[in-house]
């Protein structure tokens, strides 16, 4: 069964203080994984698209890489206006997208 | 990009009613996507709307509970049918833009 799971939950950081979120998968085959960032009482907002394991992408203060089995998101010197939750997404099939649950970041000031 | 707006933005329903979202976006599409996000939980697809055609339903999720509305490539609507308290979630409308996927605001609902 296709599976998302997303570590931690939840993490508190320091502003400034960065870190890594953690998104393993378990799919019969990937189309692409997917990064989305959800404000409070918003939709979720697309950040990146990876394809293959080895790529990465960076957009200001974040960094997604991929590999075989996992993806992770870093967040290098976090501002409190990173603060949100962050949702990864794989796409086994066309138009199949299977969520995360997500992580909930906070950043302190 | 797309742009996309759902209404309404909340509703707080009585059990055994019906409450029909709407989602308009900004240009036409193709496929339209309603997702259900239970607090707490991840995003789930409840089904596919092509214009034109009847949706398709991911597993769990029947059209007499769930009917959608497709009559234009800009519109569609989902009616969530004799609410129970289970059905309190955000209802999220999506379209692709290529590789990208984007999401309404969400309608949050709550059914006491």
């Known amino acids: 069964e296709d599976q998302v799971t997303q570590s931690p939950e939840a993490l508190r950081l320091q502003e400034g203080e960065s870190s890594s979120l953690n998104c393993s998968y378990t799919v019969s085959g990937l189309r692409g994984l997917f990064w989305y960032r959800q404000d409070p009482g918003k939709g979720p907002e697309f950040l990146f698209t990876l394809y293959s394991a080895g790529e990465e992408k960076e957009k200001e203060r974040l960094k997604a890489t991929l590999t075989k089995k996992e993806s992770f998101l870093h967040i290098t010197a976090p501002k409190p206006e990173d603060s949100a939750t962050y949702l990864c997404a794989v796409e086994p099939a066309l138009n199949d997208m299977r969520f995360g649950a997500g992580t909930r970041l906070t950043v302190k000031p | 990009s797309a742009v996309i707006s759902q209404k309404p933005s909340r509703d707080i329903c009585q059990r055994g009613t019906s409450l029909t979202i709407q989602c308009q976006v900004d240009?036409?599409?193709?496929?339209m996507f309603w997702y259900r996000q239970q607090p707490g939980q991840s995003l789930t697809l409840i089904a596919t709307a092509n214009q034109g055609s009847e949706a398709t339903y991911e597993s769990g999720f029947v059209i007499d509970k769930f009917p959608i509305s497709r009559p234009n490539l800009t519109f569609s609507t989902l009616t969530v049918s004799n609410m129970s308290p289970e059905d309190s979630s955000i209802y999220l409308c999506?379209?692709?833009?290529?590789?990208?996927?984007?999401f309404g605001p969400g309608t949050r609902l709550t059914v006491l």
């Open positions: 240009s036409q599409v193709t496929m």
């Open positions: 999506s379209v692709n833009n290529g590789p990208e996927q984007f």
